[in-house]
């Protein structure tokens, strides 16, 4: 039980983790973009189509990211792995 916990844990560490990270960040340049482009292109209804477009899956994907964070939360606290890393 020791080897699984050790496993899921540096598997946690070193590639769910950053992998949350660096797709949230994504997530939030996209929602970010969506409101950039709604703003500068408020005047033109294909630029705001599209800053809305950008707007929602940006949302959606920062959805998912929560979703997976509190998902990883439960299994790791099931199998006893600290979550986050400290």
């Known amino acids: 039980m020791r080897t699984l916990q050790i496993f ?10 950053p992998l949350i990270l660096l797709l949230f960040a994504l997530a939030l340049f996209f929602f ?6 709604f703003i500068f292109k408020a ?6 189509e599209t800053g809305k477009r ?9 959805f998912i990211m929560v979703s997976v964070y509190s998902i990883l939360s ?7 792995v600290q979550f986050p890393p400290r």
Request: no cysteine; proline share 3%; charged share 15%.
């Open 8 to 17: 899921i844990g540096n598997l946690n560490d070193f590639i769910i983790q």
């Open 54 to 62: 950008h707007l929602m899956w940006g949302v959606i994907g920062i």
């Open 74 to 80: 439960v299994v790791t606290a099931t199998f006893g």
């Open 32 to 37: 970010g973009n969506g409101i950039a482009m």
């Open 43 to 48: 005047d033109d209804p294909k630029g705001r």
